[in-house]
């Protein structure tokens, strides 16, 4: 069960293998967690965020392999991550995401395509079916990774930041949806973040590392905040550059 | 059976049950047949997870009512969901008092028994249980009648228990003869802690109650400064017109949720000064009515509003008397780390029960009230729990909503001895809560 500032003990990571994913268990583990069930793509960087957790405090670590590009395998992949915890779920992190390539793909059907299914398509099935089974054991949580780039979407990223609007902008009505069922749904809205994912990009203002985000995922698991900003003070510098005029917007985006 | 939403006196930790109100012995023992996983739940009391059951069953313990006449010896026996403020309200007119209340009139009988609660008079007169003759039990295994004399063991498990080994369904326990409807109230303030504790200390036997407000803001010279108050029930001739008048319903409400931030560290500051000045320096056999000196906090509904919607934790721990000064680095590191927290609660404890759940050992018991939100706050409070543990101490389930397993063993020598108990009635591991669950104490 989960205590009063938030910290669960059995929890469920989609996208278990990501660089934020892995800092906010480490937090996790070292606070009260300790059944952790790691979904990824990858098994050999899923066994090593499992010791990871191990190391932070897990008792009961396990790993479920699944391909984000497919999204029929969603639900499967849900369920089986819940078994294997054996025990009521006090926390889902969906952390699935691909940055992908967009001067490559924004040409390319089928690249646009695969982008879609894996930020919004399997995201959505998934959750579906995370929806289903907390809402059915009364209590729990769901942490969905999105991004500030969904806030206001800028053309040298917008599959990405696109994608990743479909999903903050559904699971803020998902949230909406949870009033009353003891179960509830916070958003991460994390700037760039210095990842495997951003590694040789150009770093913005307010760019931040990955323990930096799991901290403030940890605060605002306590305190109960529908959305998260990392850095906190982004939710001010978004809050104005949602409202610029798209022609000072464009110039801003793009450097 | 209606779904609702539970959670406790401290609103931090919400969850959704199928609610459910049994009317006797034999709906009890048919929901226990009935359901995978089901509690029994009184007024809510509990600061934490201790009365709810997410997707389980909650048994809604308030049809089981009922008072018996009370005897000449004072005994009486009492359904399980009839609150201490409704036996009150019967018995102070016919000269009874219970025996032990806690901080509030709001909790059923059944509630004082799953959390073995104690009050002002723990050093003198022990914890609830002291108190009960026998009861009736139901568990998923029979319904039998339970008392230190038969299966003393299962009496021994239920008080303190938390629900954990069945649901109680009525209680026979003796009272307390009193002559009038007040208390001959002794207050003293004190500068810091060590002076308070050495009166405590020195002083406590001279009275039947006894407890202690300690600032827990103040640093440096005063910090830990404390207002000490004590007393013994009135006589009929220690005062002017005596009356033996039940409890009175609160007048004053909160009728929202407070902002999240109203009880920070400076209003709490400014609260516990004007409340420190206000007390008398000194003030002898003052006389006061039965509610004002034990339960203040009645006056106000719902005071728990106050904390905002993330809620408020309570945490409360006791030590050994050879480790008075856990309470000295407790208040300390508090103190220091600016998690602002509400006038604290010391009192002195007497001797335990056989309880092997039961919270109260000899020596002190600290209880502080803390709003959630400050980020250090987790991090403070697993800090103390190493301190308690190393003095030999353990913290409250009733208040616990925080606490992690592992401490649960070493904190409570009595567990395994419990879990067997447990086993023996509920094999199936029917009887559970979200509190055992996150404690680890269902016996899987």
């Known amino acids: 069960m989960e205590n009063a500032f938030g910290q669960p003990q059995n929890v469920v990571v989609l996208g278990g293998s990501s660089d934020i994913a892995r800092a906010i268990m480490k937090k996790l583990c070292a606070a009260r967690a300790h059944t952790v069930v790691l979904a990824g793509r990858n098994q050999v960087l899923l066994d090593a965020a499992a010791e990871e957790a191990r190391e932070f405090g897990a008792t009961k670590t396990d790993t479920v392999l699944f391909d984000a590009e497919d999204p029929t395998n969603a639900a499967r992949t849900v369920a089986e991550s819940f078994d294997k915890v054996g025990e009521q779920v006090d926390l889902v992190v969906v952390a699935v995401g691909m940055l992908g390539d967009q001067m490559a793909d924004e040409n390319d059907a089928a690249a646009a395509a695969r982008l879609a299914t894996v930020n919004f398509t399997w995201p959505v099935a998934a959750l579906a079916e995370v929806r289903r089974r907390l809402v059915a054991q009364g209590s729990g949580r769901i942490l969905v990774l999105t991004s500030v780039s969904g806030v206001r979407v800028r053309r040298t990223m917008y599959l990405y930041g696109g994608t990743k609007a479909g999903l903050d902008r559904l699971c803020d009505g998902l949230a909406d949806s949870l009033e009353g069922t003891g179960v509830t749904l916070q958003l991460v809205r994390a700037g760039v973040v210095r990842t495997k994912m951003t590694a040789g990009r150009a770093e913005p203002p307010f760019t931040t590392g990955p323990d930096e985000v799991a901290e403030n995922v940890m605060r605002g698991l306590a305190r109960g905040e529908r959305v998260i900003w990392s850095p906190p003070i982004l939710r001010y510098v978004f809050a104005i550059m949602r409202h610029l005029p798209r022609s000072i917007f464009r110039k801003i985006a793009d450097r | ?444």
């Open chain 2, 1 to 444: 059976m209606t779904r609702a939403t539970l959670y406790g006196w401290g609103r931090t930790t919400p969850s959704i049950a199928e609610v459910v109100t049994p009317a006797n012995d034999a709906d009890v023992a048919a929901q226990l047949a009935a359901s995978s996983e089901v509690i029994a739940r009184g007024l809510g009391r509990s600061y934490g997870d201790a009365a709810q059951l997410s997707g389980g069953v909650v048994l809604n313990n308030r049809e089981l009512g009922g008072i018996g006449p009370i005897g000449e010896d004072g005994v009486v026996t009492v359904g399980a969901g009839v609150s201490i403020d409704e036996l009150l309200s019967l018995s102070i007119p016919q000269g009874w008092f219970v025996p032990v209340t806690p901080g509030t009139r709001q909790v059923t009988i059944a509630g004082a028994v799953a959390a073995d609660v104690h009050g002002k008079n723990h050093h003198v007169d022990g914890s609830f249980a002291n108190h009960v003759l026998e009861m009736r039990l139901v568990t998923p295994s029979g319904t039998s009648t339970v008392s230190p004399t038969e299966d003393p063991q299962l009496f021994w498990a239920t008080v303190g228990g938390m629900g954990l080994t069945g649901v109680v369904t009525t209680v026979t326990l003796r009272m307390l003869a009193i002559e009038t409807d007040q208390v001959l109230v002794d207050t003293e303030r004190y500068g810091d802690l060590d002076g308070v504790m050495a009166a405590m200390a020195s002083g406590d036997a001279d009275y039947r109650y006894s407890v202690a407000w300690v600032d827990c803001m103040t640093r440096g010279a005063h910090m830990g400064r404390a207002i000490l108050t004590r007393g013994v029930h009135a006589s009929r001739g220690d005062v002017e017109s005596p009356t033996l008048k039940g409890p009175k319903a609160p007048r004053l409400f909160v009728p929202f949720d407070a902002p999240s931030g109203l009880l920070n560290p400076l209003t709490i500051k400014v609260f516990n000064e004007v409340w420190f000045r206000s007390a008398p320096r000194h003030e002898v056999r003052e006389p006061q009515k039965l509610s004002t000196f034990f339960h203040p906090l009645d006056g106000v509904r719902d005071w728990n509003r106050l904390y905002g919607r993330r809620g408020f934790v309570q945490y409360q721990f006791c030590v050994p008397d050879a480790a008075g000064d856990t309470v000295v680095r407790a208040i300390e590191r508090l103190s220091h780390s600016g998690v602002p927290s509400f006038l604290a609660v010391l009192k002195r404890f007497g001797p335990a029960n056989q309880g092997l759940l039961s919270f109260p050992m000899p020596g002190w018991t600290l209880a502080l009230d803390l709003p959630v939100g400050p980020s250090k706050l987790p991090g403070v409070l697993d800090d103390l729990d190493e301190m308690v543990l190393a003095a030999g101490g353990r913290i409250y389930f009733a208040k616990d909503a925080r606490l992690s397993p592992e401490k649960v063993r070493s904190m409570y020598p009595g567990l395994g001895a419990f879990l067997e108990v447990k086993n023996r009635v509920d094999p199936e591991h029917r009887l559970t809560s979200d509190l055992a669950r996150r404690l680890q104490l269902t016996g899987r």
